[in-house]
């Protein structure tokens, strides 16, 4: 049976194809390069891929890092991706993070509010939605082996030597835009960050040989 391409909703579309993935410097292609290894070695031998994209509060770049990776394994046709995220801590997805990506073009839905809420973040009409919100790394909603762990922050990275059931460990940090919190540059600056994760991940999955 032949699997049938994706259709990510236009909006979406749009955005990755003004992304310029030629801008990426020689150093970050260095960074990315594990987690193109791990993608492939999977895809190769016909296993599922686990990511776990793990960043401190998991409040912003490891939620926009698990969306961008889910959105361009869809958009490269990379079949058996499965993306998580969790932090070292569970605080909540901060607003902007989700505004940045409905932005983008994600259509997100609140499913729970509360202190911790859940949104469901679809990216393609016939696609699962991803279930956004915060919780620890090792939370029983992320796989608890046979992934890999992404760091996607410095804190996460220092903090984590060790997460249990990896198979292997890769930090690819992103510079947090919640320093521009309240700021006039704050819309500016999610936006830059979401769509430098969206290149980077477009990137690897632009790699991966399917056959």
Known sequence: MTLTKTILFPEIQKTISALNLENITVERKITLQPLIDFIQNKVTN???????????????????????????????????????????????????????????????????????????????ANEHPIIGFSKTYDDDFNPQSEFAAILTCSQADGGCPFIAGAEMRIPITFDDPKAFDNTPQQAEKY?????????????VFSKIKSE
């Open 191 to 203: 936006q830059e960050r979401s769509l430098q994760i969206a290149t980077e991940m477009c990137y």
């Open 46 to 124: 016909q296993q599922e891929v686990r990511l776990n994209l793990i960043c401190t509060h998991n409040s912003r770049r490891s939620h926009l890092s698990q969306v961008w990776a889910q959105t361009a394994a869809a958009h490269f046709n990379i079949n058996n991706v499965f993306c998580y995220s969790g932090g070292t801590e569970a605080t909540a997805l901060f607003p902007m993070a989700a505004k940045t990506l409905e932005q983008s073009g994600f259509k997100i839905k609140t499913i729970a509010t509360g202190n911790n809420p859940i949104y469901a973040i679809k990216y393609a």
